[in-house]
């Protein structure tokens, strides 16, 4: 069965901490994405990647980063967390080619930052 | 990014009866598609619309997308209680490569 991890599922985070929030997909998959979701505001794409090495930003890439080392894994980072940036972050990742808008998603993870 | 409205928000139902919900926008999309959210999930893809006027069907669910291209439709027969959850519409621009834009979901409650 077709897997995409992200690493936590909650996290709890202080104004100002670095955040890591790692995701990985067992597909072989070119293309990975970073959306937060947040009620009422649905899913918003933060960055994407569509090769190692790889990132474009996306609709709201202010405050984040991400990494992506290897094919499998892609990282996203809060350089200085903030509280608006409480919310559940969703990592995607799709083929490329013909299928490429068909997105399968991680759980999810949960952050809080206080 | 491109703004698409789904409504209703949310939808209170008892079992059995049918479910319908739209996506809206003032873009002209290439592709349509809807997920389904469990609660303590991500989205899984439901159905995806290529052409205008498409008509396509996933067990008792029924999505079509619209001649103008710039709308979506989904409807839901016969509910039953795994039917819960976040339903969002999701739209790719033409030339877009892979980036989808979600509307705000529709949160669906049924009642036994």
């Known amino acids: 069965d077709v897997k995409v991890t992200q690493s936590s599922r909650y996290l709890v985070k202080r104004t100002g901490e670095k955040v890591f929030l790692e995701c990985v997909q067992d597909?072989?998959?070119?293309?990975m994405f970073w959306y937060r979701q947040d009620p009422g505001l649905g899913l918003r794409l933060i960055y994407f990647?569509?090769?190692?090495?790889?990132?474009e930003k996306g609709d709201i890439p202010e405050g984040y980063s991400v990494s992506r080392e290897k094919k499998e894994r892609f990282s996203l980072i809060l350089e200085s967390a903030s509280t608006n940036q409480t919310s559940m972050y969703l990592c995607?990742?799709?083929?490329?080619?013909?299928?490429?808008?068909?997105?399968?998603f991680g759980s999810g993870t949960q952050l809080s930052v206080l | 990014g491109q703004q698409l409205n789904q409504s209703p928000q949310s939808m209170f139902i008892q079992e059995g009866e049918d479910v319908s919900m739209n996506c809206t926008s003032s873009s002209i999309f290439n592709t349509w598609l809807w997920y389904k959210q469990d609660p303590g999930e991500g989205p899984v893809l439901l159905i995806a619309?290529?052409?205008?006027?498409e008509l396509t069907s996933n067990g008792r669910l029924t999505a079509q997308f619209g001649i103008t291209r710039k709308d979506s439709f989904l409807n839901i027969s016969a509910s039953i209680p795994s039917d819960v959850g976040i339903y969002f519409c999701?739209?790719?621009?033409?030339?877009?490569?892979?980036?989808?834009?979600f509307g705000a979901g529709t949160q669906v409650v049924v009642t036994p």
């Open positions: 597909m072989d998959h070119e293309n």
């Open positions: 995607a990742s799709s083929a490329t080619g013909t299928a490429n808008e068909k997105l399968f």
């Open positions: 999701a739209g790719q621009l033409l030339g877009s490569w892979g980036k989808l834009q």
């Open positions: 990647s569509y090769d190692v090495k790889m990132k």
């Open positions: 619309l290529y052409k205008a006027g």
